[in-house]
Antibody
Framework: QVQLQESGPGLVKPSQTLSLTCSVSGGSFSSGDYYCSWIRQPPGKGLEWIGFIHHSGSTYYNPALKSRLTISVDTSKNQFSLKLTSVTAADTAVYYC???????????????WGQGTTVTVSS | DIQMTQSPSSLSASVGDRVTITCRASQSISTYLNWYQQQPGKAPKILISASSSLKSGVPSRFSGSGSGTEFTLTISSLQPEDFATYFCQQSYSTPLTFGGGTKVGIK
């Protein structure tokens, strides 16, 4: 059974780069036509999709974050990574990675989620 | 971007009640609509994909319907473990977008 685990610093200073890793265990995204989505949730608020990457390396970013965002994959380590540059307090959130079927695909949706990691942007 | 609007934003209900949550898309998304449940402090859990397809292990009291721009999530008989926040999400086009959430509380 596939499991996802996010990791990275819990505190990032303003203007610096937020770097997170999503480690996949119990399986591989290459065994199916999956994407890894990154989603975040500011304290007390709703869910915002950040972007996703196919195991082949194709990426799709939220235009609202695109200029600051890089999502990558290391298939040899079964890991996905997120880098968000020039962070501000508005980037404070719980960050999740999730296995995603992508768009206009069946059955659809994000069916496996990591537990989430809290990132606070503060000096 | 496709805007997803959920209503109501919150509701109070009793155990055994029938609960319906509505999600509207700003343009047609066919049936590319998914529903999630989120308990406090936990990651979301998918309940339904493709508008009406119940995910494995999800109780049959949950059901989804709709196509185009209007969708509903129904809980036929609310159970204590169902008090949570529910989100809809479109998987028709990028950027993927979520509804604002519906918090189901205890009356």
């Amino acid at each position: 059974q596939v499991q996802l685990q996010e990791s990275g610093p819990g505190l990032v200073k303003p203007s610096q780069t937020l770097s997170l890793t999503c480690s996949v265990s119990g399986g591989s995204f290459s065994s199916g036509d999956y994407y890894c989505s990154w989603i975040r949730q500011p304290p007390g608020k709703g869910l915002e999709w950040i972007g996703f990457i196919h195991h082949s390396g194709s990426t799709y970013y939220n235009p609202a974050l695109k200029s600051r965002l890089t999502i990558s994959v290391d298939t040899s380590k079964n890991q996905f990574s997120l880098k968000l540059t020039s962070v501000t307090a508005a980037d404070t959130a719980v960050y999740y990675c999730a296995r995603d079927y992508g768009i206009v695909m069946a059955p659809g949706g994000m069916d496996v989620w990591g537990q989430g990691t809290t990132v606070t942007v503060s000096s | 971007d496709i805007q997803m609007t959920q209503s109501p934003s919150s509701l109070s209900a009793s155990v055994g009640d029938r609960v319906t949550i509505t999600c509207r898309a700003s343009q047609s998304i066919s049936t590319y609509l998914n529903w999630y449940q989120q308990q406090p402090g936990k990651a979301p859990k998918i309940l339904i994909s493709a508008s009406s397809s119940l995910k494995s292990g999800v109780p049959s009291r949950f059901s989804g319907s709709g196509s185009g721009t209007e969708f509903t999530l129904t809980i036929s008989s609310l159970q204590p473990e169902d008090f949570a926040t529910y989100f809809c999400q479109q998987s028709y086009s990028t950027p993927l977008t979520f509804g604002g959430g519906t918090k189901v509380g205890i009356k």
